[in-house]
């Protein structure tokens, strides 16, 4: 079973479209995170939600919103998407806020 | 701001040989340091921890060193295979378990068969 897996893998839209993101995780964790992997492979933390509640939000534009349905789920929706959105965008999730996270595969985001 | 860095984007070894991938931190109150692996099309994968009440931790083939003093934290990899190669990120974060980890930039590693 994969434990932190996130869907599409793959997400071609044109711009000004609006797309979601799906995770879930099955180890029981409470914390859930969004991180955006740029084209250099920086990796950077988006949001973090603890038992459904929102504890990090980084500066990201309000045009990302998630929204974590339950403790094992955290959805990523992104309104008007731009150019500059284009990214790799993983989904993790950890017992503890800052513990060892377990990644997704990823969602390679292309905006055209 | 804090930031983590890596001093070398690139490394190339030569299959069999030990590897050392280093990174600075400059966060003087991160208290929690995590190594993690990512091959290509792959999310990270956790390799190794360390906390700050600790130098050295060993694993299976890797070692991870921490200098406080120096802000620095290496990982070494013994007997490289062609598996080992991957990107490899540090990541820090303070006050362990409220604190959000935050990654460097990433060193490139390959392992020449």
């Known amino acids: 079973d994969t434990a932190v897996s996130q869907t599409p893998k793959y997400l071609v839209t044109q711009m000004g479209n609006d797309k979601s993101i799906k995770c879930e995780q099955n180890l029981g964790h409470d914390t859930m995170y969004w991180y955006k992997q740029d084209s250099k492979k920086f990796l950077k933390i988006m949001f973090s939600?603890?038992?459904?509640?929102?504890?990090i939000n980084e500066t990201v534009p309000n045009r990302f919103s998630p929204k974590s349905p339950d403790k094992a789920h955290l959805n990523l929706h992104i309104n008007s998407l731009e150019l500059g959105d284009s990214a790799v965008y993983f989904c993790?999730?950890?017992?503890?806020?800052?513990?060892?996270?377990?990644f997704g595969q990823g969602t390679r985001l292309t905006v055209v | 701001g804090e930031s983590v860095g890596l001093h070398l984007p690139t490394l190339s070894v030569q299959e069999g040989d030990n590897s050392i991938i280093n990174c600075a931190y400059s966060?003087?109150?991160?208290?929690?340091f995590i190594w993690y692996k990512q091959e290509s099309g792959k999310g990270p994968q956790f390799i190794i921890d360390?906390?700050?009440?600790?130098d050295k931790r060993q694993g299976q083939r890797v070692t991870v060193l921490l200098n406080k003093t120096v802000k620095h934290l290496s990982l070494q990899i013994a007997a490289t295979q062609p598996g080992d190669s991957a990107v490899y990120f540090c990541?820090?974060?303070?006050?362990?378990?409220?604190?959000?980890?935050?990654f460097g930039t990433g060193t490139r590693l390959t392992i020449i068969p």
């Open positions: 966060n003087s109150a991160s208290d929690y």
């Open positions: 939600y603890n038992n459904k509640e929102l504890i």
């Open positions: 993790a999730s950890s017992q503890e806020v800052s513990a060892r996270s377990f």
């Open positions: 360390i906390r700050s009440n600790m």
């Open positions: 990541a820090e974060a303070s006050n362990f378990g409220n604190e959000k980890l935050t």
